[in-house]
């Protein structure tokens, strides 16, 4: 089930400059509320968009043909179905041969019309991830004392493992700009616990770990290790309640975007400036600082183009 955060950010999308909105109740619709589920494998989200994209045929389709046309194992349909809150895939294709059978009659313009706004949908549900962000920020006390954690803590360990290692790197990268000492974990096992151990030793009092979904066991026990060390952890994710939200000294929750096979972090990106800029905040002095001399070195080694 989703958790609240995503379960609030996906209860609407805003159609705001759509070219062709979707009727209501559409068979598209119908299948996306169907399958809007986080939990998801990139796999059975390939179901899921055949289904969508195909449904008038894909919807009498057996089991063995539905794989092969998707490029699947017969057993994944089957944990598909189940996934999506069927006993089987017998069940679920009932369920999609009424969908389809309305999608027929309505006639043939009509799923072509729906599927055009595949791309928009995403988009739409990234622009409610942002307007639950932004109401968050309503009161940014909570990130202004995180900041301030984050910056006091030399080193500064980021944890990001499988799919979050992108945000753990984004955020690694500007912190080092305007902190002496940032570690970045990208790898998990006794590689992590190594690195966490050796932050803590150094003097490090805090971690900041990203955790998206797919959420993986070895985050999990990455932060357990951090926590035992005598580290305190910030995690960023979409979760508000669970294993990894109970393991953090602070958690800040925000949407994730999964209307496609693969999820976009537009939320995620921004909580991360957001606690780039409190860092910043935090040691303005210092900031600045550091900030001048990476502009000279940048100068002289010509880091960057010219506009």
Do not use: C
Not at 178 to 200: K, N
Not at 220 to 244: E, F, I, N, P, Y
């Amino acid at each position: 089930m989703p958790s609240p955060q995503q379960a609030r950010a996906q209860a609407s999308a805003i159609t705001s400059g759509r070219t062709a909105p979707e009727a209501e109740g559409s068979p598209t619709s119908r299948l996306r509320e169907l399958f809007d589920r986080p939990q998801l494998s990139p796999g059975q989200r390939r179901i899921a968009q055949y289904l969508i994209e195909h449904i008038t045929e894909a919807a009498f389709l057996s089991i063995t043909d539905l794989a092969e046309r998707v490029g699947v194992s017969q057993p994944s349909v089957t944990r598909f179905a189940g996934a999506v809150g069927f006993s089987g895939y017998p069940a679920l294709r009932e369920k999609l041969q009424a969908i389809a059978l309305g999608a027929l009659a309505g006639g043939p313009a009509t799923d072509e019309v729906n599927r055009s706004n595949e791309l928009q949908s995403a988009v739409d549900a990234e622009i409610e991830n942002l307007e639950n962000l932004r109401r968050d920020f309503a009161d940014p006390d909570r990130v202004i004392d995180v900041g301030r954690s984050l910056s006091g803590s030399t080193p500064l360990t980021v944890l990001g493992l499988r799919i979050s290692a992108s945000l753990a790197e984004y955020f690694a990268y500007a912190a080092r700009r305007i902190h002496p000492d940032v570690r970045v974990v990208t790898r998990g096992g006794s590689v992590a616990y190594d690195a966490l151990l050796q932050s803590r030793e150094a003097g490090g009092t805090w971690v900041l770990a990203f955790s998206m979904p797919r959420h993986a066991q070895e985050t999990l026990t990455a932060v357990r290790v951090a926590r035992s060390a005598g580290l305190k952890v910030a995690l960023v994710t979409d979760l508000t309640l669970g294993q990894l939200a109970d393991e953090a000294d602070v958690t800040f929750a925000t949407g994730t975007g999964s209307r496609l096979v693969f999820d976009s972090y537009a939320a995620p990106g921004v909580m991360s400036a957001a606690l780039l800029q409190a860092m910043t905040d935090a040691g303005p002095e210092r900031t600045q600082a550091r900030l001048e001399e990476y502009e000279q070195i940048a100068e002289q080694h010509h880091f960057f183009l010219r506009d």
